[in-house]
């Protein structure tokens, strides 16, 4: 199978890259910057490529004019800290950029090499989700994987004819540098969850908001 992962360079990213390279499959990293540990990898990098850049986005489609994708994975992210009397507008705003509207123009670009039986997988937060926020606070993040969340469900409402389905998954709390290393899982852990979750990604069960453990969460 052919892989497509943005935000391929680091974290969850890097290790789903690794993690689909083990089993076989063909894997095309999308990153702004490569990091030496993906340079070590056997994949395709493409760099230079930031989510939010239109232009980006049309030189990734001219590059993949021609090749079919089985899943594509919309994992670039950001985490910015805003609480009430500490608001950053311009955090805010960038949240959005890349966590909402840049998986959204990344599956657009990436559309025509998507075919039935094809997968997209948007790896959002349950931060996002309203049900279970009982903390507060993160605006910027809750509120960008909020409208990820919603705009999730229109594209596996709009590619379930086409054959495509759609995912939204919650990695778990990771150890990453986004969170200064802080988590109850390894990104290695996190990266074999999400990749059972999209194994198990069907037209029966497209739009779904679930835990990378399984668990189905509430929006």
């Not at 969340?149 to 709390?173: M, Q, R, T, Y």
Request: hydrophobic content about 40%; overall charge negative; charged content about 20%.
């Amino acid at each position: 199978m052919h892989i497509l992962i943005t935000g391929a360079n680091r974290g969850i990213g890097l290790a789903l890259t690794r993690r689909y390279l083990d089993r076989g499959d063909q894997v095309t990293a999308v990153c702004r910057s490569a990091s030496p540990e993906l340079r070590e990898l056997n994949c395709n990098v493409i760099e230079g490529i930031d989510v939010t850049d239109s232009d980006a986005l049309q030189k990734l489609s001219a590059e993949l004019k021609n090749a079919s994708i089985d899943v594509l994975i919309n994992n670039a992210g950001l985490l910015n800290r805003e609480s009430l009397g500490d608001l950053n507008v311009e955090s805010i705003r960038k949240q959005f950029d890349v966590n909402a509207i840049g998986p959204l123009l990344v599956t657009d670009a990436l559309r025509p090499n998507l075919g039935k039986g094809s997968k997209v997988a948007l790896i959002t937060s349950r931060m996002g989700s309203m049900a279970d926020n009982g903390s507060g606070a993160y605006y910027g993040y809750r509120m960008s994987k909020a409208a990820l969340n919603a705009a999730g469900v229109s594209l596996a409402n709009d590619l379930k004819d086409s054959g495509i389905a759609v995912g939204l998954l919650h990695p778990g709390f990771v150890q990453t540098e986004m969170v200064n290393n802080a988590g109850d899982i390894s990104a290695d852990e996190a990266a074999k969850r999400l990749v059972d979750r999209i194994d198990e990604l069907t037209l029966k069960n497209t739009g779904s908001f679930r835990h990378s453990n399984g668990e189905t969460l509430p929006f």
